[in-house]
Antibody, heavy 118, light 107 residues
Framework: EVQLVESGGGLVQPGRSLKLSCAAS????????MAWVCQAPTKGLEWVAS????????YYRDSVKGRFTISRDNAKNTLYLQMDSLRSEDTATYYC???????????WGQGVMVTVSS | ETVLTQSPTTTAASPGEKVTITCRAS?????MHWYQQKSGASPKLWIY???KLASGVPNRFSGSGSGTSYSLIISSIETEDAATYYC??????????FGGGTKLELK
């Protein structure tokens, strides 16, 4: 059974950092691209970042470029999102999701809440 | 960036009725994907590659479209279908984008 379990969320002050983790199991992690998708309270879904199977290619939405870094450790079956210079508008639930070739997300984690507030 | 516009944003239907949700793209896309999200839960893949049903999705659901116009259709809605549905595309270059969502309620 495919499982994606996020952790690392919480309350953080503006300008500070947070690192999210996503532990994957039930599939060969290194064979799949992965992504982070967020959802602000009562809002819709927004793609945040994606990473290729080996980690050599990364992609970001404009609003997080230069502040967020997606990475992965295939030996540990874990996806990461380093979030720096956090802003109030980054407040959201962050989902880890598995990528398929034509660009859809076939499995999602349960989500982790990030609240940026003083 | 390809913007996806869903319509309607909310809709209500009675059990047994047919429901169509439309997703229009600001530029042509190759495929459209759809997700179902119920309150307090993670999104679930519902339809992928425009018309393929994800595992476990009832066959009263279907997807169609091409270019800039795509649809999710429920032939005969049931109470368990109440949820918010999102379309999503991936063009050749990032970013991939989601529609704003359509909230489907049962009367």
């Amino acid at each position: 059974e495919v499982q994606l379990v996020e952790s690392g969320g919480g309350l953080v002050q503006p300008g500070r950092s947070l690192k999210l983790s996503c532990a994957a199991s039930g599939f060969t992690f290194s064979n799949y691209g992965m992504a982070w998708v967020c959802q602000a309270p009562t809002k819709g879904l927004e793609w945040v970042a994606s990473i290729s199977t080996g980690g050599g290619n990364t992609y970001y939405r404009d609003s997080v470029k230069g502040r967020f870094t997606i990475s992965r450790d295939n030996a540990k079956n874990t996806l990461y999102l380093q979030m720096d210079s956090l802003r109030s508008e980054d407040t959201a639930t962050y989902y880890c999701a598995r990528h398929k070739n034509s660009g859809y997300f076939d499995y999602w984690g349960q989500g982790v809440m990030v609240t940026v507030s003083s | 960036e390809t913007v996806l516009t869903q319509s309607p944003t909310t809709t209500a239907a009675s059990p047994g009725e047919k429901v169509t949700i439309t997703c229009r793209a600001s530029s042509s896309v190759s495929y459209m994907h759809w997700y179902q999200q119920k309150s307090g839960a993670s999104p679930k893949l519902w339809i992928y590659d425009t018309s393929k049903l994800a595992s476990g999705v009832p066959n009263r659901f279907s997807g169609s479209g091409s270019g800039t116009s795509y649809s999710l259709i429920i032939s005969s809605i049931e109470t368990e279908d109440a949820a918010t549905y999102y379309c999503q595309q991936k063009s050749s270059d990032p970013p991939m984008t989601f529609g704003g969502g359509t909230k489907l309620e049962l009367k």
